[in-house]
């Protein structure tokens, strides 16, 4: 079987040939490079600088000096502007100049930069470990998720020491299950990250590749920073428990009014009425709730909610008055369902029944010794209304003060039938109490069932 001549290897590769002489003249080209670069011009025997501008400069021009002087072997990116080409160069010497072979990558490069495109649009980083060294590689991106300085050297070995030691072993094993089968794998992990300290969550995405022999080359992949869809994810999550909690105890709750408005009510028109108000008045406190950024409404909020309507124009007839308290859904239903049966018996026998009454309604946080509020205190206080005679019976607004007050707020209910105006005090243990005025957060809450 006869072999090859040189001259017909280098006509039929692929890539784009060059002989350059010491000079720079172009003493040979393929068939490829004319086809690819140069046309239908002659160029053999011409200077290779004058006749590609663009070409033979930046590296590929030390490249060639280098192996013209120094007799170095060197691979370096090259462009060729005219036609918008990208090559990857192979130079060496040879006995008679240089040569030079283009390795046509521009459509490799476009595809790169495309997927480099998608990948930062994603907000995504890219890295690659290679097995025979342990090191790893990244993309600018994929450094700064991974929170390290641009040059630092990084092995996998050190990478696992910021997952964290919950979540290490199950991603250790997704990854290895991947590398032995050669397959891709998915992995979310929380991670340390050394550049501040912050942990955050990330996603993983990898693919195992192997050499030619078969052992493990190495992988690639990408990584994301999910930290907000894990936040969003989570607070969906609490949301989700929360409503079913709140509607469990919402029916519970329309369920005994049921019971009691029909047991205190002696005709179906009061009865009508009255479980109307408290219906209407339920839904107040939910609407504050969910208008609420942290499921909470303001203690203020539902007291202004009932009482506005029976205030005058200078604002002077009722007076409110006390730091901000957020109640959460377990102590901000029966507190305005309470406030609500307040209201209406002011209305009805109390002080908002005539013209002349006044009501001022106060709160403060009791404190412990080391600052943090410990109780929340109430007053609720009617003056200049007709007299005050203690009630034959307990109506279902008295029973709820006296019983749901204490059993889901677990507090402390005193009231005051006097002559010249009906008083109530409560004391409710708070939980979970932040620094006042910290704006959007609760700063105190009735402790609840």
Known sequence: MGGLDLSTVLERTRDCVFLIDPEWRIAYLNARARARIVGRRELVGERAPDSLPGLFTGDLHAACVAALRQGATTTCDAAYPPLGAWFEANVFPYTGGVAVFLHDVTDLREATERYRLALSAAEMGDWSWDAATDLMSFSDRAREIFGFAPGEEVTRTRLRSFCHPDDLAAAERIIEEAAQARTRYRVEYRYHRPSDGVTRWLLTMGHARSRLDGALKGITGVVLDVTEAKVAEQKQQILVRELHHRVKNTLATVQAMVGATARSAPTA????????????????????????????????????????????????????????????????????????????????????????????????????????????????CERDGPPVTPPARLGFGSKLLRRVLTTQLQAEVEVNFAREGFELRLRAPTRGALPDGEPGRPSATPAGA
């Open 269 to 380: 028109e009061e009865f009508y009425a009255s479980f109307l108000g408290r219906i209407l008045s339920l839904a107040s406190t939910h609407n504050l709730l969910t208008d609420g950024p942290w499921q909470t409404a303001s203690l203020k909020g539902l007291l202004e909610a009932e009482l506005s309507p029976y205030d005058n124009p200078a604002k002077s007839r009722i007076v409110l008055a006390g730091p901000r308290v957020e109640l959460g859904s377990e102590d901000a239903v029966p507190v305005g369902m309470a406030i609500h049966e307040l209201t209406t018996n002011a209305a009805k026998y109390g002080a908002l029944s005539t013209p002349a009454g006044r009501l001022s309604v106060t709160w403060e946080l009791e404190r412990g010794e080391d600052g943090r509020a410990v109780a929340l205190r109430l007053h609720w």
